[in-house]
C-alpha cells in the first residue's frame, strides 16, 4: 500500500531511487514520483500510472540531486491524479507518505482557516503543510517534522527532504514500516528490505514512533520520546536474484515455478527426520496442556490457507480450531482467553486488519504465534513467537508461494501440537511427516501439467463466469482458486464447498458456467462426483481438477487440469497448482497485467 524509497550518498539518486521504486512497484501503481534537492532546490517529477511513466517523464525532464526520495502509490484519500501524486511539495518541503492521517479532515480546515491552500486532496499535503508551517516559524527539518507528527493521528511511514537541508533526509513510522539500508557512504530507505537489495545486506527496521535523519555519512534514530536510540544493523539474507524475474514472462509463473524448492526450504526448517521442530525448544508442555482452542486469524489467500490449516489442526492436535478473517475478528466479541492459542498469518506481516486483529487477541491474553514471510515485520514484533514461511520476496500481487508455505507450517503446528497434547500416535506422526515430505515432488509434478492447463485456460478464457467447489481439506482450494481468477483476470468466481451448491448457487449453473472441481482421490471423492454429476445435469461445463488415472471422474469432466496422485493430507498443497496456472493463463491471455492487477496492492496497510 505505497512505496517509499530514499537515497543519501554521493550517486545521482534519480537512477536509485527508479531501480528501487521497481521492487516495490508491487505496493502501488496509481501514480509515482520522486523529489531530489540539487543547487539549493527542491525538484519534483511525477506522473500517473505506473512507474514506466515516470520513467518516461525524466527521459524528457531529467532531474540529478545526491539527495532522494520517491513513490510509488496505492490511492487512499484522493483519486489516483497527478495533483495526488506523492511527493506532495509545500515550497521546499517534499514528502512521501504510506498510511492514513486519521484527523485529516479537522487538520485540512485548521490550515485552511490560517490561510493554507491545498493543491490535492490527499491527507498527505495536510503533513507537508505542517512541517512547512513549522519550518516557516524557525523549526529544522526534523523539528519540523516532529511537529508535524505531534498533530496527527494514525499510523504513517513517510520521508521528507527540504532544499533548505539539502544533504538531509528526515523519516518516520509508526504501525507502517520503514527500513534503513546502510551502505558504502550512502544510507537508503524502503518500505521493505527488497528495496535494498543490490545495494545493502545491512539494515535497520524503524519502530513504531522513531523518526531517522538520513545523510551520507549514516543515520541516527530518536525513538517517541526524542532520545537517540542505538541499534545496529541487521544482515538481510534476500538477494537481488531471489527479487528478479529470472527469465520467467511475470513474478507469478517465477513464483509458481519456485513452488518446490520452496516448499522443500520451508519443511527442511521445521522438520529434522522424523520429528517437527518449530524452534530450538519444543512446544512448552504447560502451553500444550492449558491450550484448549485455536484461533487463526488472516485475510485473502492467507485465510485460504488457514482454512486447511484449521482442518490439519483439528485432526492432528484434536483442537477446536477457527479460522476466522482479521476484519472480522477484530470486532467480534470472539470467546478467546489465555487458554487459546492464537495464530495470525500474513505474508507481509504489515496487513492492517490482521494486524489489529492480533493486538486485539493479545489484549485478550491469548499466546500469540505470527506465520509471516517477512522477518523483522510488523507482526512478527508483535508475537510472542514467529514461524518463518521460508518463502523468499514474493514481489507478484497475487501470492502463490507463500499460500504453499503458510499452509505447510500450519500443517507442522498440528503436528508438533498433536505431539505434545501426546494425542498423535507415532505412526500417524510418521505417515504424516513422510507425506509433507512428499509436498516438492507432488508440486514438481503437478508443474507438469502446465502446457495442458494453458491450453484449458485459452478455451475458457473468454468465460465471464466460474463457479469453483471442492470439499473437506480442498474448501481452501476451489476458493483460493477463485479468488486468484477474480484477483488476475476480473472474472466472476465464485469458490464453494461442494456440498453447498445445491442450497443456492446451483441457479447460476447453465453451459455459460464453467464449475471447476477440485477431486483428488479421498474419502469424499463419491461424494464430489455426485456434486458434479448434478452440476453437469444443469448443463455446466466442467473442468475437473483430478488424476488422469482417475478414469471415472475423467469422463465426467469436458476438461481436465491434471492433478498428480498424492496423499490426501497434501491435496490442497498440489490441487492448488494447476488452479493458479489456470488463473494466470487465463489472465496472460487476456493480455491482462498479471503482477499488477488493477486496484490491488500487494499488502493492505489501511483497515
Ligand atoms: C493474495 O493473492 C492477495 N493479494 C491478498 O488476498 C492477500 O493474501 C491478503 O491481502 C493478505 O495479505 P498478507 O498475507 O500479507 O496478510
Given at each position: 500500500m505505497c512505496g517509499i524509497v530514499g537515497y543519501a550518498g554521493a550517486e545521482n539518486a534519480v537512477p536509485v531511487l527508479l531501480e528501487c521504486l521497481r521492487r516495490l512497484e508491487y505496493r502501488g501503481y496509481d501514480s509515482a514520483g520522486m523529489a531530489v534537492v540539487d543547487q539549493g532546490k527542491t525538484l519534483v517529477r511525477?506522473?500517473?500510472?505506473?512507474?514506466?511513466?515516470?520513467?518516461?517523464?525524466?527521459?524528457?525532464?531529467?532531474?540529478?540531486?545526491?539527495?532522494?526520495?520517491?513513490?510509488?502509490?496505492?490511492?487512499?484519500?484522493?483519486?489516483?491524479?497527478?495533483?495526488?501524486?506523492?511527493?506532495?511539495?509545500?515550497?521546499?518541503?517534499?514528502?512521501?507518505?504510506?498510511?492514513?492521517?486519521?484527523?485529516?479532515?479537522?487538520?485540512?480546515?485548521?490550515?485552511?482557516?490560517?490561510?493554507?491552500v491545498f493543491g490535492s486532496d490527499t491527507d498527505t499535503e495536510v503533513i507537508a503543510q505542517l512541517v512547512a508551517q513549522a519550518m516557516a516559524r524557525g523549526a529544522t527539518l526534523r523539528e519540523g517534522v516532529r511537529a508535524a507528527l505531534r498533530r496527527m493521528r494514525g499510523s504513517y511511514a513517510l520521508a521528507v527532504l527540504c532544499a533548505r537541508e539539502p544533504n538531509q533526509i528526515i523519516a518516520a513510522a509508526n504501525g507502517l514500516p520503514l527500513v534503513l539500508g546502510l551502505g558504502c557512504g550512502e544510507v537508503l530507505l524502503g518500505s521493505d528490505v527488497t528495496a535494498l537489495l543490490g545495494r545493502t545486506e545491512d539494515a535497520i527496521?524503524?519502530?513504531?514512533?522513531?523518526?531517522?535523519?538520513?545523510?551520507?555519512?549514516?543515520?541516527?534514530?530518536?525513538?517517541a520520546?526524542?532520545?537517540?536510540?542505538?541499534?545496529?544493523?541487521?544482515?538481510?539474507?534476500?538477494?537481488?536474484?531471489?527479487?528478479?524475474?529470472?527469465?520467467?514472462?511475470?513474478?507469478?509463473?517465477?513464483?509458481?515455478?519456485?513452488?518446490?524448492?520452496v516448499l522443500g526450504d520451508a519443511l527442511g526448517a521445521y522438520l529434522v527426520g522424523d520429528r517437527v521442530a518449530l524452534g530450538p525448544e519444543p512446544v512448552d508442555a504447560a502451553l500444550a496442556r492449558r491450550v484448549n482452542r485455536v484461533v487463526i486469524a488472516a485475510c485473502g489467500t492467507s485465510w485460504h490457507a488457514a482454512l486447511s490449516g484449521r482442518i490439519a489442526i483439528e485432526s492432528l492436535a484434536r483442537l477446536p480450531c477457527e479460522a476466522a478473517w482479521a476484519h472480522e475478528l477484530r470486532y467480534a466479541d470472539s470467546v478467546v482467553d489465555g487458554a487459546t492459542l492464537a495464530l495470525c498469518v500474513s505474508q507481509s506481516g504489515e496487513t492492517a486488519d490482521t494486524l489489529?486483529?492480533?493486538?486485539?487477541?493479545?489484549?485478550?491474553?491469548?499466546?500469540?504465534?505470527?506465520?509471516?514471510?517477512?522477518?523483522?515485520?510488523?507482526?512478527?514484533?508483535?508475537?510472542?513467537?514467529?514461524?518463518?514461511?521460508?518463502?523468499?520476496?514474493?514481489?507478484?500481487?497475487?501470492?502463490?508461494?507463500?499460500?504453499?508455505?503458510?499452509?505447510?507450517?500450519?500443517?507442522?503446528?498440528?503436528l508438533e501440537l498433536g505431539h505434545a497434547r501426546g494425542v498423535v500416535a507415532p505412526e500417524t506422526l510418521r505417515a504424516a511427516v513422510r507425506a509433507l515430505r512428499d509436498i516438492p515432488r507432488a508440486?514438481?509434478?503437478?508443474?507438469?501439467?502446465?502446457?495442458?492447463?494453458?491450453?484449458?485456460?485459452?478455451?475458457?478464457?473468454?468465460?465471464?463466469?466460474?463457479?469453483f467447489l471442492g470439499r473437506g481439506r480442498n474448501v481452501g482450494t476451489a476458493l483460493e482458486g477463485a479468488l486468484k481468477l477474480k484477483e488476475l483476470a476480473y472474472t466472476?468466481?465464485?469458490?464453494?464447498?461442494?456440498?453447498?451448491?445445491?442450497?443456492?448457487?446451483?441457479?447460476?449453473?447453465?453451459?455459460?458456467?464453467?464449475?471447476?472441481?477440485?477431486?483428488?482421490?479421498?474419502?469424499?471423492?463419491?461424494?464430489?462426483?455426485?456434486?458434479?454429476?448434478?452440476?453437469?445435469?444443469?448443463?455446466?461445463?466442467?473442468?475437473?481438477?483430478?488424476?488422469?488415472?482417475d478414469r471415472d471422474t475423467v469422463?465426467?469432466?469436458?476438461?481436465?487440469?491434471?492433478?498428480?496422485?498424492?496423499?490426501?493430507?497434501?491435496?490442497?498443497?498440489?490441487?492448488?497448482?494447476?488452479?493458479?496456472?489456470?488463473?494466470?493463463?487465463?489472465?496472460?491471455?487476456?493480455?491482462?497485467?498479471?503482477?499488477r492487477p488493477r486496484n490491488l496492492a500487494k499488502s493492505v496497510t489501511v483497515e
Open positions: 511525477r506522473s500517473v500510472g505506473k512507474l514506466a511513466a515516470l520513467e518516461t517523464m525524466l527521459g524528457r525532464e531529467p532531474l540529478a540531486g545526491a539527495t532522494g526520495i520517491g513513490h510509488t502509490r496505492w490511492a487512499t484519500h484522493g483519486a489516483p491524479s497527478l495533483k495526488n501524486a506523492h511527493p506532495q511539495q509545500v515550497n521546499d518541503v517534499a514528502l512521501v507518505h504510506n498510511g492514513i492521517v486519521e484527523n485529516f479532515l479537522e487538520l485540512r480546515h485548521e490550515l485552511g482557516d490560517e490561510g493554507c527496521f524503524l519502530e513504531d514512533g522513531e523518526v531517522a535523519e538520513l545523510t551520507s555519512g549514516g543515520a541516527r534514530i530518536w525513538n520520546a526524542g532520545r537517540l536510540v542505538e541499534r545496529g544493523p541487521r544482515h538481510v539474507a534476500w538477494s537481488v536474484e531471489q527479487a528478479a524475474r529470472g527469465g520467467y514472462k511475470h513474478f507469478m509463473l517465477k513464483e509458481i515455478h519456485e513452488q518446490p524448492r489489529a486483529a492480533a493486538r486485539e487477541l493479545r489484549h485478550r491474553g491469548t499466546p500469540l504465534w505470527a506465520v509471516c514471510n517477512v522477518v523483522s515485520s510488523s507482526l512478527t514484533r508483535a508475537a510472542d513467537r514467529t514461524l518463518c514461511m521460508h518463502a523468499g520476496p514474493e514481489i507478484s500481487v497475487a501470492s502463490t508461494k507463500t499460500y504453499l508455505a503458510s499452509m505447510a507450517v500450519l500443517h507442522l503446528v498440528a508440486l514438481e509434478a503437478a508443474l507438469q501439467g502446465e502446457e495442458a492447463i494453458a491450453r484449458v485456460a485459452a478455451r475458457y478464457a473468454d468465460s465471464e463466469h466460474f463457479l466472476h468466481a465464485e469458490g464453494y464447498p461442494a456440498g453447498e451448491m445445491k442450497h443456492g448457487p446451483i441457479a447460476l449453473i447453465d453451459d455459460k458456467m464453467p464449475v471447476v472441481v477440485v477431486a483428488p482421490r479421498d474419502h469424499l471423492r463419491e461424494k464430489l462426483r455426485s456434486n458434479l454429476i448434478e452440476a453437469r445435469a444443469r448443463g455446466g461445463r466442467i473442468i475437473g481438477v483430478c488424476e488422469l488415472e469422463e465426467l469432466c469436458d476438461d481436465v487440469l491434471p492433478l498428480p496422485s498424492v496423499d490426501p493430507l497434501i491435496s490442497p498443497f498440489a490441487a492448488v497448482v494447476p488452479l493458479q496456472l489456470f488463473a494466470y493463463y487465463v489472465a496472460d491471455a487476456r493480455g491482462l497485467d498479471v503482477d
